[in-house]
């Protein structure tokens, strides 16, 4: 059922995945495989704000509460386990939970655009405060110590499950990172072309519509949240084995304006947008930054800009509509030709 | 007694910092539905502007209530010009535009200026309560923000450019069939918006310094306050400002600055779940 609708995009974006995965570790060095790694754990995070606000239609500033709330909860756990698969699994609940709880609250009290920008904003700003607080030895959860601004160090990495002596290489947590960004990418389509995931398009295009055609608006904005939450809270997790460290900015203003920058230059409303919108952003970041030609909150101010003033689709839907244009402004001149004739 | 008096005033001037720092983002938000995310940036630029009048051998007064209303007033101008004024009436493209404009100033003023703290000592001495010294300095911002929120209430109630501005505000169609241009009116307001803002982030200066990034402190507060005032610009803002200025300072004084900080959001977030249209939604309906 769900097979047939599967369009030809999502098959070459799947393939080239996969060719990326299989094909990187053979061709580029370990630093330059370490940088792919965070460009794909970034990307699962740009999905979740993608599918949240592109398909869910709830512009969220708090996307990075979720993410910062996964890369702390994988922290605490590891430390404390000193396994990383409970810590993994709970990265995904935690966050989830918290996004369930908040959901419930905005969307049953009928909160909608702007009043729901500023509450998911304060509850990123409150976690914010919060962890930059948790200096000194009073502030542990188990054996980990949360050490406020300073963050938490020397995390233990991933392991194979059940055997933890047993970490993995970076070639390893490269292919587990491009699996997963898979998984989730294929995973969300499916939803989407599933019954529930068209419920949610609907109630994006039009709320009362959807609300006099008997669906509950408020339950299937909740778990699509819901859902943002748990896949942003999974990025937390692969950010902070990536750099085996977290610290309270991954809950900051810039990481939050950052995701929606890739969700806004790739195109909102599709899946690999998000992702080219990612990995395109973060190439240039850390290219401005190693070059220092200029500083790149200004360019990123003005690329900003740019899309949003000029091509506030994104580059994948323009790119579409611009196809769209040329083949009809190719047909036209035969048909013309036709009718003259 | 005395620490009552200190305690009374620590309240004062955290309802003041409030509203001075959310009152230019209230006029543009109450007048046009815009959101303004370059606010902060204002702020930090009217500090900026001031500093360096300071330090070039401008009187500080005229410094902070001068130059800085002026060169904020002209850069929010040319910001409308260029950019608001394509995006009216799309509520979240202003506000992603403005955040885009918001990340260009962070990153052009630290080019200029680099990403170090910059200062300018506060005027006026300290006076004494008991065995605790207050900073005269501190005591005037109240008095200014009250004028600030008293001189707007007089400019809207009682002079034509007021009259004109509400009645663009209420309905700008009818307006312009009246001969009002709302473009104009727009452009003006903005402008005086970013004026004030100006204004207010000169006078904070001396007291918080400034750095690049100092405005992400200041619009995240300044946007919550102003959401959860509603639309009436004075009432608003002073009643808002009045509840998370209270919460903020009496749980800094009970426990640390970060729980205090953490319960004016908090506060903030209930306050939108019972009126979700912010206090004027509800309470004070058709008040300025």
């Not at chain 1, 938490?152 to 960004?181: H, I, Q, W």
């Amino acid at each position: 059922m769900i097979f047939r609708r599967v369009g030809a995009g999502i098959v070459v974006t799947a393939a080239a995945m996969v060719a990326v995965a299989v094909g990187a570790p053979l061709v580029v060095d370990e630093f330059q495989l370490l940088q792919l790694t965070v460009f794909a754990s970034m990307c699962i995070l740009a999905l979740s704000l993608g599918v949240v606000w592109g398909y869910g239609g709830i512009l969220c500033f708090g996307q990075s509460a979720f993410f910062g709330l996964g890369a702390y909860t994988y922290a605490v756990t590891a430390v404390n386990v000193g396994e990383s698969t409970l810590a993994i699994a709970l990265s995904l609940v935690v966050p989830a939970v918290f996004a369930a709880l908040l959901g419930y609250f905005m969307f049953y009290g009928r909160l909608s655009d702007v009043y729901l920008g500023v509450i998911t904003l304060s509850v990123t700003l409150i976690f914010f405060n919060l962890t930059n607080s948790t200096a000194g030895d009073a502030y542990r959860i188990g054996r980990a110590r949360l050490n406020g601004f300073n963050g938490m160090p020397s995390l233990p990495t991933f392991n194979v499950p059940g055997t933890p002596g047993r970490l993995l290489d970076p070639t390893e947590t490269f292919y587990l990172v491009m699996a997963l960004l898979l998984i989730v990418y294929v995973g969300l389509h499916a939803l989407l072309a599933s019954h529930f995931g068209r419920v949610v398009v609907a109630v994006r295009e039009n709320e009362t519509r959807c609300e006099l055609l008997g669906y509950d608006v408020r339950r299937h904005k909740m778990l699509i949240f819901t859902l943002g939450g748990a896949i942003a809270g999974l990025a937390g997790s692969l950010f902070a084995n990536w750099g085996a460290f977290v610290s309270p900015n991954v809950f900051s203003l810039t990481t939050t304006s950052q995701i929606i920058i890739w969700v806004i230059v790739g195109g909102l409303g599709t899946l690999v947008g998000p992702i080219i919108g990612c990995v395109v952003m973060q190439y240039l970041a850390t290219e401005l930054g190693t070059q220092q030609l200029a500083n790149t909150s200004l360019i990123f101010g003005i690329i900003f800009l740019v899309f949003v003033l000029l091509v506030p689709r994104g580059i994948v839907p323009s790119v579409g509509l611009l196809r769209a244009r040329l083949s009809t402004a190719r047909a036209r001149p035969a048909a013309q030709a036709r009718h003259g004739a | 007694m005395d620490l009552a008096v200190v305690l009374a005033l620590e309240i004062l001037n955290g309802i003041a910092s409030l509203v001075l720092i959310s009152v230019g983002l209230a006029i543009v938000f109450g007048m046009m539905r815009v959101i303004n995310l370059a606010h902060g940036e204002f702020l930090m630029l009217g500090g900026y502007a001031a500093i360096v009048a300071t330090n070039h051998g401008v009187n500080i007064w005229i410094a902070m209530l001068v130059v800085s209303p002026i060169v904020v007033g002209i850069i929010g101008v040319v910001a409308e010009r260029l950019i608001i004024r394509v995006l009216y009436g799309r509520m979240i493209d202003t506000l992603l535009a403005t955040w885009g404009l918001s990340l260009f100033f962070i990153g052009l003023v630290t080019t200029i200026f680099g990403n170090t703290v910059a200062g300018i000592g506060a005027p006026l001495g300290s006076i004494a309560v008991g065995r605790y010294s207050i900073s005269l300095y501190r005591l005037l911002l109240v008095g200014i923000a009250a004028a600030i929120l008293l001189a707007i209430y007089a400019v809207l109630r009682t002079t034509r450019l007021g009259l004109l501005a509400r009645g663009t505000m209420e309905n700008p169609n009818m307006a312009a069939a009246l001969g009002v241009s709302p473009p104009r009116v727009y452009a003006a307001t903005f402008g005086v918006g970013a004026a004030i803002t100006g204004l207010a982030g000169g006078l904070l200066a001396p007291i918080s310094g400034v750095l690049p990034t100092v405005g992400a402190a200041y619009v995240a507060k300044a946007f919550i306050t102003v959401i959860s005032g509603g639309t009436a610009i004075m009432a608003g803002t002073a009643s808002a400002a009045l509840l998370f200025g209270t919460v903020n300072q009496l749980l800094t004084y009970l426990t640390t600055p970060v729980i205090g900080e953490a319960g004016l959001l908090a506060a903030a977030i209930l306050l939108l779940r019972v009126l979700p249209h912010g206090i004027t939604g509800k309470l004070f309906r058709g008040s300025l």
